[in-house]
């Protein structure tokens, strides 16, 4: 069974940073894609950051240069480092897996960026 558990959100002002961890059991992180989702509120859900099995990450273009993806494999977790934080970066994270055609999600952590 596939878990994924969020943790790291919280207040921050504008400019601010906050580190954002997905401890993952029933997978091995460095074996499948994985990454980070977003929703804000009214908002459809929106992709944010992706690392591959390889290694690669990929970023909406408004978070580039800003948010950073990692993993630690010997810790099974994947981290979203986030800095100068906006207040339109305030949403619900949500870390994902892909894994064997399946899509697996966690629970969700709020970011609120104050201005």
């Known amino acids: 069974q596939v878990q994924l558990v969020e943790s790291g959100g919280g207040w921050v002002q504008a400019g601010g940073s906050l580190r954002l961890s997905c401890v993952a059991s029933g997978i091995i992180v460095n074996a499948n894609t994985m990454g980070w989702y977003r929703q804000a509120p009214g908002k459809q859900r929106e992709w944010v950051a992706t690392?591959?099995?390889?290694?690669?990450?990929n970023y909406l273009d408004s978070v580039k240069g800003r948010f950073a993806i990692s993993r630690d494999g010997a810790k099974s977790t994947v981290y979203l480092q986030m800095n100068s934080l906006k207040p339109e970066d305030t949403s619900v994270y949500y870390c994902?897996?892909?894994?064997?055609?399946?899509?697996?999600w966690g629970q969700g952590t709020q970011v609120t960026v104050s201005s």
């Open positions: 690392i591959t099995t390889l290694g690669g990450t």
């Open positions: 994902y897996a892909r894994s064997r055609g399946n899509n697996y």
